[in-house]
């Protein structure tokens, strides 16, 4: 079974609904985190999160929030979807805070707003 | 301010040919350098990273990178492209932030097709 998964892997909505995407994690990981994925833009941060506790906003968080359920749990939602919210979302974890530490990815959830 | 540029967007090499991909950062202390591969409708993967000690760092695949601090790059390489390797390549910083946060900052990804 893959460590870090998402769901739903795709998405279609339209603009002015909430939803929800979800990320769990077995890697025992305290450190999560969402990214998006445009095209041409690489990946950009979100929010992340320490432990259950700790939330933080990353460089993008306007019209989005979190939720952090459990150590093994972030979900990503957005409150009122947006046509330029379509995008690939991805979810990671790392062990600590270090800046050496790898980053593990999930698969990714793609998100159309229509 | 930490940034990361990856001047080609899209790469392509015949299977069998040599690679290079190019990085460049920006970073006022330390960089410690990352690069992921994303094959299609998976997420990222670590190929290497490199923090301190030897500049040329090896990784899975048959990949390697070299860092040279003067040049501020920190290029990926592989001898004999495999079709396989086609997939998007990003180049990533990581930063901490001092208060336990360890963000990777990420380049815009280079495109690699592979033709037989």
């Known amino acids: 079974d893959a460590d870090v998964t998402q769901t739903p892997r795709n998405r279609i909505t339209k603009t002015g609904k909430r939803i929800m995407l979800e990320c769990s994690q077995t890697?025992?990981?305290?450190?999560m985190y969402w990214y998006r994925q445009d095209p041409g833009l690489g990946l950009r941060l979100i929010y992340y999160?320490?432990?259950?506790?700790?939330?933080n906003k990353g460089e993008i968080s306007d019209g989005y929030s979190v939720s952090r359920q459990a150590q093994a749990k972030f979900s990503l939602s957005l409150e009122s979807a947006i046509p330029n919210q379509t995008a690939l979302y991805f979810c990671?974890?790392?062990?600590?805070?270090?800046?050496?530490?790898?980053?593990?990815f999930g698969p990714g959830t793609r998100l159309t707003v229509l | 301010a930490q940034s990361v540029t990856q001047p080609d967007i899209h790469i392509t090499v015949s299977e069998g040919a040599s690679l290079e991909l190019r990085c460049n950062y920006s970073?006022?202390?330390?960089?410690?350098l990352f690069w992921y591969v994303q094959s299609p409708g998976q997420g990222l993967q670590l190929l290497l990273k490199y923090f301190s000690g030897d500049t040329l760092v090896q990784g899975i695949k048959g990949f390697e990178a070299e860092f040279k601090r003067s040049q501020s790059s920190f290029n990926l390489r592989k001898p004999s492209v495999h079709w396989s390797d086609a997939a998007e390549y990003f180049c990533a910083v990581g930063a901490n932030r001092g208060t336990g946060a360890n963000n990777l900052f990420f380049g815009t990804g280079t495109r690699l097709t592979v033709i037989p």
């Open positions: 990671a974890t790392s062990d600590s805070g270090r800046a050496t530490d790898t980053q593990y």
């Open positions: 999160s320490f432990d259950v506790k700790d939330i």
């Open positions: 890697k025992g990981h305290d450190r």
């Open positions: 970073y006022g202390a330390t960089p410690y």
